[in-house]
């Protein structure tokens, strides 16, 4: 009994993995759609272009999540010096993840500099 149990867990984790690889990469493909199909025209195989959409996501999940963090320490009651070091370090953070999403690219092939 506790086998069958075991195998329907797994079952539910590995939808949900495979929920959100297909989550992830919708996100990436609407990102590389507003770029202007960056991404998909310049890779090289199918997998590569899957991939690089899949990495498109995740970095967008990670800026989502990183610029709602530092927001919501902001507040209109905080001095001045605070909010100007707040909107660094959302500046900071951003600059941080397109650096990071660019030398993936890179190494992937799909920027050529």
Same mark, same amino acid.
């Not at 995740?58 to 507040?75: M, R």
């Given at each position: 009994?506790? *086998?069958?149990?075991?195998?329907?867990? #797994?079952? #539910?984790?590995?939808?949900?993995? *495979? &929920? @959100?690889?297909?989550?992830?990469?919708? @996100?990436? &493909?609407?990102?590389?759609?507003?770029?202007?199909?960056?991404?998909? #025209?310049?890779? $090289? *195989?199918?997998? +590569?272009?899957?991939? #690089?959409? !899949?990495?498109?996501?995740?970095?967008?999940?990670?800026?989502? @999540?990183?610029?709602?963090?530092?927001?919501?320490?902001?507040?209109?009651?905080?001095?001045?010096? $605070?909010?100007? &070091? !707040?909107?660094?370090?959302?500046?900071?953070?951003?600059?941080?993840?397109? +650096?990071?999403?660019?030398?993936?690219?890179?190494? !992937?092939?799909?920027?050529?500099?």
């Amino acid at each position: 009994m506790n *086998s069958n149990n075991d195998a329907i867990k #797994s079952k #539910s984790n590995l939808r949900k993995i *495979s &929920f @959100a690889v297909i989550v992830l990469v919708v @996100a990436g &493909f609407l990102l590389d759609l507003f770029n202007g199909f960056y991404v998909l #025209s310049r890779s $090289k *195989s199918i997998y +590569t272009a899957l991939f #690089s959409l !899949l990495i498109l996501g995740i970095f967008y999940l990670i800026g989502e @999540a990183g610029s709602e963090w530092i927001c919501g320490k902001d507040s209109v009651e905080h001095p001045l010096y $605070k909010r100007v &070091f !707040l909107l660094l370090a959302l500046l900071l953070f951003a600059g941080l993840v397109m +650096t990071a999403l660019w030398f993936v690219l890179k190494y !992937l092939g799909l920027i050529r500099i």
